[in-house]
């Protein structure tokens, strides 16, 4: 039988470092594999500073390529907390990255057989696209938060030169930003645009310059979830093409499958079995979502008033792990009846289970996709980076969620009450939000229809990869 000689085309994608990046670029490389078998995938990992996970994860994906880059002896201390500290790793990597792409088409891609069709990064190594522009190589951007915040970092070039003092000062302030229909209070956009003289604000004008020079956006999310906002994009032909390819989801929590929360996991699922259906508000603020002692005590008691069933995942700023150390003492005891409080838990099996009728969020986008695929309304609780303007999204844009406070923003400062916490928990609970509700589960539809065959992201997938092998 004669060899198939059908051309391949490799990617390399280059995430930032973190579980958080690379789990759902990742899981997009897998749709563009399982699409068009053309395609070949090299992933470059920055393996700081969540090594284990990162390699348990990687060796379950036989599928694809991945090169670990060389470490740095000391990462950059403040990196998990600022944007500046991860710019320097990311610095740092660039030197190794060139070099790992440069081997790999020394001895792995044959310019006959296989040719490296593209570079794909993500919003934290932009600085990457001058190695496919020394390469001659075209750069895409995997944008994985919503397309509406994407239209942020599109503007940023006329932000800039349009806002001539400092938004700290007038926070009441309506923006127009494109992708939003409504214009959109200083407030709920990144503090670290506030100032202009900052190396964070910086990074976002530099960034927003960038990636207007790719060749593509490619967004983790769905038309008809952001309609109005892709299709703004789409129109302006100043911008680079957006391709909505979402929800791209781990379904399978492989990135989260540390076996030391087997028993947890088994519990908490057993305790969601015995509870009715759509009765238990979930509680879960990601993995940098910690809180002070005083805030802990205030979600408790305002859930103990509530009434209402709860999962709730805490952990305390101060790396506290003791529960009873961190909430009022005998709220376990009393609670125990119709509340479970716990560590870490396994989030996308906990919102596909029938019983969760309402998801406490940061509102990351990923948790925001995973809430849409189950219908759960979000009752809005952001903490940092784009949250703010991913609520403000859901609430006035979209209609999929309740707020917690006014104005999209709830600062570090702030203490939300416990009254606070019982009302939005009842406003959600108890039939206040029927029509966000109903809008919620008719997202949940179509965002399992936009998957299928001939659904929205499907067809933006394809013309995504024809476009790539075509050099467009």
């Given amino acids: 039988m004669k060899e198939s000689t059908t051309k391949k085309y490799e990617l390399v994608f280059i995430p930032s470092p973190g579980i958080s990046h690379l789990v759902p670029t990742v899981e997009f490389a897998k749709t563009l594999l399982d699409t068009d078998h053309r395609l070949s995938v090299t992933v470059l990992t920055m393996n700081v500073p969540y090594g284990p996970i990162l390699s348990s994860y990687t060796d379950s994906l036989p599928e694809i390529r991945f090169i670990e880059l060389i470490q740095p002896d000391s990462p950059p201390p403040e990196m998990k907390i600022s944007l500046s500290g991860l710019c320097e790793l990311i610095d740092y990597y660039k030197p190794h990255s060139r070099r790992a792409i440069t081997q790999l088409i020394a001895t792995e891609l044959d310019p006959n057989s296989i040719s490296l069709a593209a570079l794909v990064l993500d919003m934290f190594t932009m600085p990457m696209a001058d190695i496919g522009g020394e390469l001659g190589v075209p750069s895409y951007v995997y944008y994985t938060s919503a397309a509406a915040a994407l239209g942020l970092f599109l503007h940023m070039p006329v932000f800039d030169s349009t806002i001539e003092t400092d938004l700290e000062n007038e926070l009441t302030r309506e923006l127009e930003i494109p992708g939003f229909k409504n214009s959109v209070p200083a407030i709920a956009v990144p503090s670290v645009l506030w100032t202009k003289n900052s190396d964070d604000y910086a990074w976002y004008l530099y960034n927003g310059r960038r990636v207007g020079e790719t060749k593509g956006v490619i967004i983790n999310s769905f038309y008809d979830l952001e309609a109005y906002a892709i299709d703004s994009f789409r129109s302006n032909s100043s911008y680079p093409y957006v391709y909505s390819v979402g929800p791209v989801l781990d379904l399978a929590g492989r990135a989260n499958s540390d076996k030391s929360h087997t028993q947890q996991n088994e519990n908490i699922m057993k305790w969601l079995d015995k509870q009715p259906a759509r009765s238990v508000v979930f509680l879960c603020f990601g993995s940098r979502g910690t809180f002070d002692v005083d805030q802990v005590k ?14 709730w995942s805490v952990r305390a700023k101060d790396g506290s792990t003791r529960l009873d150390e961190l909430v009022p003492e005998g709220f376990v005891e009393r609670t125990a009846e119709r509340g479970m409080v716990c560590g870490w838990v396994p989030q996308v099996a906990i919102l596909g289970h029938g019983s969760v009728g309402c998801f ?9 996709l995973e809430s849409v695929w189950f219908g759960v309304p979000i ?26 406070k006014g104005y999209y923003r709830v600062s570090e400062d702030d203490l939300v009450t416990a009254e606070e916490v019982e009302r939005g928990v009842r406003r959600v609970m108890e039939g206040e939000c029927e029509e966000v509700r109903k809008r919620v589960e008719e997202l949940k539809e179509k965002s399992r229809s936009a998957l299928k065959e001939g659904g929205c992201s499907v067809r933006s997938v394809k013309r995504l990869i024809e476009d790539l092998i075509q050099g467009k």
Avoid: D, M
């Fill in 379 to 404: 009752l809005t609780w952001p903490l940092y980076a784009e949250q703010h303007l991913n609520a403000f999204l859901l609430v006035k844009e979209l209609g999929l969620s309740v707020e917690l």
């Fill in 298 to 311: 205030e979600i408790a008691n305002g859930l103990e008033r509530s009434g209402q069933r709860f999962l």
């Fill in 360 to 368: 406490v969020s940061h509102c990351g986008w990923n948790s925001i």
